[in-house]
């Protein structure tokens, strides 16, 4: 950008604070002064808040506090001043019900913070599952230059010679074990062997699909989503993120001039590609509206049909983790291979267009990251369905189950709790067979509460002992996005309001047409509506605090979840503070 166009040191945001020659600017500075700084060291530079999501029980983060130290030195070498700032740390591992209950607490915090501190621009410091879709959305509606700096995927787990992938393989070593087919001393092996660093999740799941998805809005530096967190060159982007910032408050770049249509339509096709997370559908759309974009499910599903998935990465590819997707060339290699279903003129966070960005990409593994010739499943990662069970929408993951079940009719097996359910599949009389359709309810944004992710529903015993390892299976929850199998997911409306799923019946015949992206219970409608008349809401989940401000507030999962007065179209942004 030329100099004429840049900001000014008396355009600050910050200079509101500082410069104004009286009594409350004098007290802004002597403070500052107190934290043992000079005065030309914060005044008329931009002040760069560094939010950081680490804590001491989020593993995924463990190397954040080393990481901000990278970033500190970027922002000084391009004559910056950093702020570290600690923001709510939503880790998925021990959180519960679930951190989704959190994500939108991340969200508002984020937008405070920033709106009541002296930050003329912000380096978002996340990954783990609801850090990256808390975060953005919060410095959206902030509006101020943001970077988001992604934590990077852990290193490959191994035991005994075996490549293991977060979750996907816990899943699958569980069932063996269930079947009593894996030994305590491999048991604590696979335990011990299957996290091995600092990093979120090794396969494509929820944490690496969301990163990949800001990354590919162009708001991350190119490709940065890709790197281990282990690896120097994470390091390496900490401090380019830090020089970038700088420039991106001079150059006044805020998130209103990357976050398009045509971006958020690039990283929807982009999440698509690489296998994501079914979690992708709720974080997308609710970061897409906190930007004005509207994205709906019909949106995601008609991009889903015409983009196949070529990065043969777990759960919904076959061979490979994050690691050697990175070494294939990582996500600019990905989209160079599909650039002629991109938009190549949007802007990203580097002032540069995503056309110039992945102009030199090269594919290194076309196994790995496949040419869209030779795709992984010809469509892309999810399948958006409707019908008298989701008249407002469910998903699928396609090529992460049999495809025996993408059309499958089978009766209804069905539970109003988790407690209920898991002690139904851990009894081996339990009267089931593999052609029934296991379905929970009670689980979605308000019933779970939250919207926990106990999509994947596990195999009952009897069925594993026969060798089984996957049915059909319903629910208003969510999923980890390392799961895999013929779960059906987000039903919306949820049980818990009135939804369709609060109607079914042990019994009840249910059919799935995913060709169709049709989900029906085969009950006439005069049934139906009998059953509406007779159905009574359960009691709340919560009469005080945060939960009962989430449960009045939570829009449904094909809206987003995110709380209705924070969606852009509620009403205006608050301005700056006032400083008196």
């Known amino acids: 950008m030329s100099q004429k166009h840049r900001k000014t040191p008396q355009q600050l945001r910050s200079a509101r604070w500082f410069a104004p020659d009286d009594l409350r600017s004098f007290g802004h500075r002597s403070r500052m002064m107190q934290l043992g700084y000079s005065e030309g060291e914060f005044r008329d530079r931009p002040i760069i808040g560094i939010l950081n999501t680490w804590s001491e029980l989020n593993s995924c983060h463990s190397h954040f506090p080393e990481r901000v130290k990278d970033v500190k030195r970027g922002v000084l070498q391009a004559g910056g001043f950093p702020v570290e700032m600690p923001a709510l740390s939503v880790d998925e591992s021990f959180n519960k019900p679930t951190s989704m209950l959190y994500r939108n607490m991340l969200a508002m915090e984020t937008e405070e913070q920033i709106r009541a501190h002296p930050l003329d621009g912000v380096v978002l410091m996340g990954g783990c599952d609801k850090t990256t879709p808390g975060l953005v959305m919060g410095a959206i509606s902030a509006g101020v230059p943001l970077l988001f700096l992604p934590a990077g995927p852990m290193l490959r787990g191994n035991y005994a010679g075996k490549i293991l992938g977060s979750g996907s393989d816990a899943w699958k070593y569980w069932d063996e074990r269930r079947a009593g087919n894996i030994t305590d001393e491999d048991w604590l092996g696979l335990q011990g062997g299957i996290a091995r660093s600092a990093g979120t999740c090794m396969t494509m799941g929820t944490a690496s699909t969301m990163t990949a998805i800001t990354d590919a809005m162009g708001l991350s530096l190119t490709g940065a989503s890709s790197i281990p967190a282990s690896d120097s060159g994470h390091q390496r982007m900490g401090a380019d993120c830090g020089r970038r910032i700088v420039e991106m408050v001079w150059e006044d770049m805020t998130p209103e001039q990357i976050i398009t249509p045509a971006a958020v339509q690039n990283a929807a096709k982009v999440a698509m590609a690489t296998g994501c997370s079914t979690n992708a559908v709720v974080h997308l759309i609710a970061m897409a509206r906190r930007a004005g974009v509207d994205l709906t499910l019909d949106h995601l599903d008609a991009l889903g049909r015409v ?58 593994n076309d196994d790995v990251i496949r040419p869209l010739a030779n795709p992984v499943y010809h469509e892309g990662s999810l399948a958006l369905l409707r019908g008298n069970l989701c008249p407002d929408g469910a998903v699928i993951k396609p090529a992460a189950c049999d495809p025996k079940f993408h059309v499958h009719e089978g009766p209804a097996l069905v539970f109003d709790s988790y407690p209920e359910m898991k002690a139904a599949v851990d009894d081996e009389t339990l009267d089931v067979t593999p052609d029934h359709v296991m379905v ?7 019933g779970g509460p939250g919207f926990p992710e106990w999509g994947m529903l596990p195999i009952p015993k009897a069925l594993i002992k026969q060798g089984h390892r996957d049915m059909l299976r ?76 989430f449960s009045r507030h939570v829009t449904q999962a094909d809206k987003g979840c995110d709380f209705d007065y924070l969606e852009r179209d509620f009403g205006r942004t608050a301005g700056e503070p006032d400083i008196f």
């Open 474 to 549: 319903i629910s208003d929850a969510r999923m980890s996005g390392t799961s895999y199998g013929a779960c059906v997911l987000h039903v919306a409306p949820e049980s818990f309001v009135g939804g369709p799923l609060a109607l079914l019946q042990t019994g009840d015949i249910v059919r799935l047409d995913l060709p169709n992206r049709r989900l029906d219970m085969l009950v006439d409608e005069e049934e139906i509506a009998r059953r509406r008349a007779a159905w009574t809401p359960p009691e709340p989940r919560f009469e005080r605090g945060w939960g009962y401000m």
């Open 440 to 446: 929970l309810r009670n689980a979605g944004p308000q």
């Open 307 to 364: 983009t196949p998935l070529i990065a043969n990465v777990r759960p919904s590819g076959k061979d490979y983790l994050m690691e050697d997707f990175y070494y294939a060339g990582g996500l600019r290699a990905l989209m160079k291979q599909m650039q002629e279903m991109l938009d190549l003129s949007c802007l990203t966070v580097t002032g540069r267009t995503l056309g110039d960005e992945i102009a030199t990409a090269e594919v290194y």
